[in-house]
């Protein structure tokens, strides 16, 4: 086996709570489907026959209750986090380090991509990385899409990204956060890869590949919480340090990395090199520099690369506007994410007066009545659509009931909602088992039971 | 004696066979030296190598003045004498000329000898050239002969015909058809008499044959005019069944088995291939002529390449359906429609037989990340090579067995197997994959060779774990052994024939030399090198790095600035691919060209290259055997952002070759410094037999 693969679902979902309060935001639906299904039909679509599941301990019974497992086909190995933790990925990593024996794929759970997983595998074999990661640009409709029962436009949070172009080696990913004017830059490192781009406009797809040495180097680091923030920035700056003890085969050397507390000199005496690794670096012909004096990679036994989607689609439900807009997406794409699945059963319009385009999906045993108008709208199963409601831009979660003539344009409606008659909804987010009186007028309003809501 | 040297060599019937062969050709040899014809295949080798301008031109005039090498090459090896020197030219010269075609076919052969070029390509055209391989080769055989009778025919039918005529017959389609037909028919006996001839005992009968045939030759001896139309007439004979033969084959495509279709595939492109040889003479003869066949020659180049794309296309599904049971990466990397696009576009013309360059995003396509049938470290050496990453012979060697050494580790024997039998059918499938990444190196061939055959002869009774760790202990042998030992032989034996104030013109970047320039500095040795290098790849570089980091003192030229440097160098050290039992050196593209500059100024040329480099296959040419490198690579690295041909794919007239490597014939070459010593190119029969009983005592 190559790789591992790890599913990280154990996300809280902390921008888009609204939804989350209710349903754990791994099973959220996308496409009547949840969301948690997109990145294993990847996996599996890769040949991944099992898979480590990570969720927090609350949701443990929801998520072997909505049997994933054979929606998709796949041993899964679910782990739960005690909920009195609030660990980052990096934790959550460091608690299964027994299941790990090989290198890992992390993946987030919101990711819906059409991504060739073997693009990334390629650079991560080419070049012996420690660690690949999957860059995407952001594209901007999914970003700027109005999010319900949102005021004001919601501050994205950019990364920057310095990348050797040709080679696609990394040189800093950092938060935007973590800079204040400038970005610095070493001058050695400039030296040794003279052309960088610093992009701010990629995305972070959380989809890596990481060496099993390095998961060894973070159950020795605990200071280190989470993968995005810590790993990835710290690992990625000390490609360029080499290790002090580095060529020095003292035992004595050797111990005192690895009880030091200095991780600097800890993460070299982590990666592992083969028995003939010398002879074979003196015998490569390989020229891959020009007017430099250092040996292949500069040395470098750390070497961490990025992989720049050029076409194709990576979304990140991981807010609520992106949420909805993926939810508006999926008809068309998805044969293009999940490799021409089987769509989700989707009932029929019933009656031939209602309306409905191919930009819609209906779930099963869902009850539409005449002259309902759907429009680019996700409706769950067993929901009750009375007459004369017309829905623009929905997201209809399963067990809805819509009283007759209402209008809800770019709604999301949790599971067991209720719409009474008449109501007129936009841009609102109806929480949970909620109930809209009739006759209301609400705009870019949520609706959620008041103490549930303070206490996430 | 001869046959005594080459028979001790040779243990298996196969090789026998080619024993055998080698000695028939060798008398042909001789009647072609007597014969009067000999002049026109000097003239014709010499044309079919200007067109592929490559090094082979040289084999002429090794064929002339070969007496002057041995005697230059004993001064430096006194070990060895005179006579076998001479004995092992003749060896050389033999193998030279050696292929299947010449037994079967010598009967025709010497009266015409107008499609002796034709022979020549036909070997060069990539089968019957590996003689190791006697199961490939009958179809190909039966092919070739045919068109070897289709020739005779035709030369027959237009010996006394004249030039004007032929052109009028050009035009005659009906005779077209009727000579499909007797090309068919021919095609039917020559295979026939094919099966009768190969297995005849050949000292004999072959004898009679050759006496029969020089008998004819000398009785039809022509005029220079005659000859000329004589070929003219067997060319246009050619073009004509071409015409007919596609024709017949757009009819008859759905009625025609796979093994005919192919045949006559190839025999149009023989023809084709033919035609172009009769053209290039016939510019030297009559110039008006030529011109107009020019333009129909610019007509038909442009039919030949759409329907090249088509055969290419054909092609490769047939071949696709051939191994689809065994290689399971192999179809589905070709059931890719963009690979067979790739593969199929602007092939080079000569060299249409080669695996045509692919990019390796498609190679891992379709295997999985998780559970896939190939073990990691196979899918990361293939990357990497493939890549560019490990490169240089040696350290894909080095690399290879590493990761083989990492399988055999995590090997668990399935259930109700063997593990002789399933590693080594494993390992077949590993070297599969890897050969789609990149041909595989000769280095590598024969170590996994070295291996295999250790692992058959596992006696089976003792447990996995034994068995395993027995193979590391192999691979770890070898690799210290063959390699890292090896390069330090080298490096002292290469030192001994450094001096100081010598000018040392190196080639590009080869690991043994390397080692050897760097173990001579630290010696004391007062020189200076020249490193070479060449486009598009500049691995001097490397080359360079290491040397002046090692503070040695350097000059670094490119490869045209050759003849202007070699004035003041003393001695010029090339790295090797491999070294083909025939004593021809493989290395990387360019090396022939120095050392026949090199020749030109006295200059001594001293090949490094490890014993188990060496090959037992036989080439004369880099044609037949070659490896073809990513033509982008030619022109991505012009001036940046002015790619002009970029869409070089694009422009119908534009075809671009990069070619890994070339073969410098062993007259060029002083000497080869093995771990073993300083020998001449010669002796790699005699070092692979002393190998090959080694290893059978083992």
């Not at chain 1, 009545?369 to 979660?397: F, P, R, W, Y």
């Not at chain 2, 000898?113 to 190791?132: C, H, P, R, T, V």
């Not at chain 2, 990453?389 to 067995?401: I, K, M």
């Not at chain 2, 010696?523 to 503070?551: H, S, T, Y």
Request: glycine share 6%.
């Amino acid at each position: 086996m190559e790789f591992q693969a790890v599913v990280m679902a154990a996300g809280r979902g902390s921008r888009m709570t609204e939804l989350t309060t209710g349903c754990p935001k791994c099973l959220l639906p996308v496409g009547n489907v949840p969301m948690i299904w997109y990145p294993l039909n990847l996996l599996k679509r890769n040949g991944f026959q099992e898979a480590i599941v990570i969720v927090p301990e609350m949701a443990k019974n929801e998520v072997s209750e909505a049997r994933i497992d054979t929606k998709v086909d796949m041993k899964l190995d679910i782990v739960t986090i005690p909920s009195s933790e609030d660990w980052g990925t990096a934790e959550s990593i460091r608690y299964i380090k027994d299941k790990i024996k090989v290198d890992v794929l992390i993946i987030s759970c919101d990711l819906i991509t059409d991504f060739e997983l073997h693009q990334l595998a390629d650079v991560y074999r080419t070049h012996s990385a420690s660690l690949a990661m999957l860059l995407a640009p952001v594209s901007l409709s999914l970003v700027n899409a109005p999010a319900p029962g949102q005021k004001g436009k919601h501050k994205r949070v950019r990364d920057i990204v310095g990348i050797e172009s040709h080679t696609g080696r990394l040189m800093f990913v950092n938060s935007e956060a973590d800079f204040e004017e400038n970005v610095p830059l070493r001058k050695f490192i400039l030296t040794r890869h003279p052309v960088v781009q610093v992009h701010s406009d990629l995305m972070d797809a959380h989809l890596y590949l990481m060496s099993k040495w390095l998961v060894d180097y973070l159950v020795e680091n605990e200071n280190i919480t989470t993968i995005k923030g810590e790993l990835l920035p710290s690992v990625v700056k000390k490609q360029f340090y080499h290790s002090k003890t580095e060529g020095k085969n003292d035992i004595t050397n050797m111990k005192a990395s690895v009880t030091s507390v200095d991780p600097k000199k800890d993460i070299h005496s982590h990666k592992k090199t083969g028995e003939w690794y010398d002879l074979l670096s003196e015998l490569s012909t390989r020229s891959n520099q020009w007017g430099s004096l250092d040996d292949c990679y500069h040395g470098d036994q750390v070497r961490c690369y990025g992989y720049i989607m050029k076409d194709g689609l990576c979304v990140r439900a991981n807010t609520l506007g992106s949420y909805a807009e993926v939810n508006r997406l999926i008809p068309k794409i998805w044969d293009s994410v999940t490799g021409n699945s089987e769509r989700p059963i989707s009932a029929s319009l019933s009656r031939s007066k209602s309306q409905g385009g191919d930009d819609s999906m209906i779930g099963e045993g869902t009850n539409i009545a005449d002259k309902v108008t759907i429009k680019k709208s996700i409706i769950g199963n067993h929901c009750q659509l009375k007459e004369k409601v017309k829905l623009l831009n929905c997201v209809i979660m399963d067990h809805v009931t819509v009283e007759e003539g209402s209008t809800l344009q770019s709604c999301i409606l949790c599971s067991n909602a209720f719409v009474g008659k008449g109501s007129e909804l936009k841009d609102c987010i109806v929480g949970q088992q909620q109930r809209v009186m009739d006759l209301s007028k609400l705009s870019n309003d949520v609706i959620l039971e008041i103490e549930k809501f303070i206490e996430i | 004696m001869d046959k005594l040297k080459l028979g001790g060599n040779q243990g298996s019937a196969n090789k026998k066979k080619r024993n055998r062969r080698a000695k028939s050709s060798n008398f042909i040899e001789n009647d072609h030296m007597k014969g009067p014809n000999f002049k026109v295949v000097d003239k014709t080798s010499e044309s079919s190598t200007q067109a592929s301008n490559m090094c082979s031109r040289v084999q002429n005039e090794q064929s002339k003045d070969n007496k002057l090498a041995p005697a230059e090459e004993s001064t430096i090896n006194p070990n060895l004498s005179e006579s076998q020197y001479t004995l092992k030219h003749k060896k050389r010269k033999s193998k030279k000329k050696k292929s299947p075609i010449r037994t079967v076919t010598d009967k025709e052969e010497v009266s015409m000898l107008s499609a002796d070029g034709d022979i020549q390509l036909s070997k060069k055209n990539g089968f019957g050239i590996n003689l190791d391989s006697s199961g490939q080769a009958s179809e190909e055989k039966i092919v070739v002969s045919g068109l070897e009778a289709i020739k005779t025919a035709k030369t027959k039918v237009y010996d006394h015909q004249t030039l004007v005529k032929a052109e009028n017959l050009l035009k005659s389609t009906e005779l077209a058809d009727s000579l499909t037909g007797t090309l068919k028919s021919s095609i039917m006996s020559t295979h026939e008499a094919l099966k009768e001839e190969s297995w005849a005992p050949c000292t004999g009968a072959g004898k009679q044959q050759r006496l029969d045939s020089r008998a004819s030759n000398e009785e039809g001896q022509k005029t220079k005019a005659q000859l000329k139309a004589e070929r003219k007439a067997a060319f246009e004979a050619k073009r004509v069944a071409e015409v007919a033969d596609k024709r017949m084959s757009d009819k008859q495509t759905q009625q025609k088995s796979k093994a005919t279709l192919r045949a006559e595939r190839r025999a149009v492109q023989e023809a084709q291939r033919a035609a172009k040889e009769g053209k290039h003479q016939l510019e030297n003869v009559c110039p008006v002529a030529s011109v107009k066949m020019q333009e129909v020659f610019l007509k038909q180049d442009h039919k030949e390449g759409m329907k090249d794309a088509e055969q290419g296309a054909e092609f490769s599904v047939s071949k696709n359906e051939k191994s689809a049971g065994v290689k399971k990466v192999h179809k589905k990397t070709s059931d890719d429609p963009r690979v067979s696009q790739q593969e199929v576009r602007k092939k080079v013309r000569l060299f249409r037989h080669l695996p045509q360059y692919h990019h390796n995003y498609l190679l891992t396509r379709n295997l999985r990340l998780a559970g896939s049938d190939l073990h990691p470290s196979i899918i990361g050496l293939g990357l990497q090579i493939s890549q560019g990453v490990v490169r240089g012979s040696n350290a894909r060697c080095v690399a290879l067995l590493t990761a083989l050494k990492e399988i055999i580790q995590d090997y668990i024997t399935p259930p109700h197997k063997e593990l002789s039998r399933d590693l080594e059918a494993k390992i077949r499938n590993y070297m599969n994959f890897l050969n789609q990444c990149r041909p595989v190196a000769v280095s590598m061939a024969n170590a996994v060779k070295h291996l295999t055959r250790f692992i058959t002869k596992m006696p089976s009774n003792i447990n996995d774990s034994e068995a395993k760790l027995r193979l590391c202990e192999q691979i770890d042998t070898f690799i210290k052994e063959e390699i890292k030992l090896a390069k330090q032989a080298i490096s002292q034996n290469a030192g001994e024939n450094i001096r100081n104030h010598d000018v040392v013109l190196t080639y590009t970047c080869s690991s043994s030399v390397k080692g050897a320039l760097c173990d001579a500095y630290d010696e004391g040795k007062n020189f200076r090198v020249v490193v070479v290098d060449a486009r598009p790849r500049l691995d001097g570089r490397e080359m360079l790095r290491c040397l002046v980091k090692k503070g040695i003192q350097c000059s670094y030229v490119l490869i045209n600035a050759v003849p202007y440097i070699m004035q003041e160098v003393t001695k010029v050290m090339l790295g090797a691919h491999s070294l083909q039992a025939n004593g021809y050196v493989m290395s990387r593209v360019g090396c022939s060209q120095i050392a026949l500059i090199a020749r030109a100024y006295n200059v001594p040329v001293l090949v490094c290259c490890e014993t188990y480099k060496f090959s037992e296959h036989v080439h004369t040419d880099s044609i037949v055997y070659n490896e073809l490198a990513d033509p982008n690579e030619l022109v991505t690295e012009l001036p940046p952002n002015k790619q002009t041909l970029e869409n070089w794919q694009d422009i119908p007239s534009l075809y671009l070759l990069n070619l890994e490597y070339d073969l410098t014939p062993p007259d060029l070459v002083a000497m080869v410094i093995t771990d073993i010593g300083n020998l001449p190119c010669t002796s790699v029969p005699v070092v692979l037999r002393v190998k090959h009983a080694g290893s059978q005592e083992v």
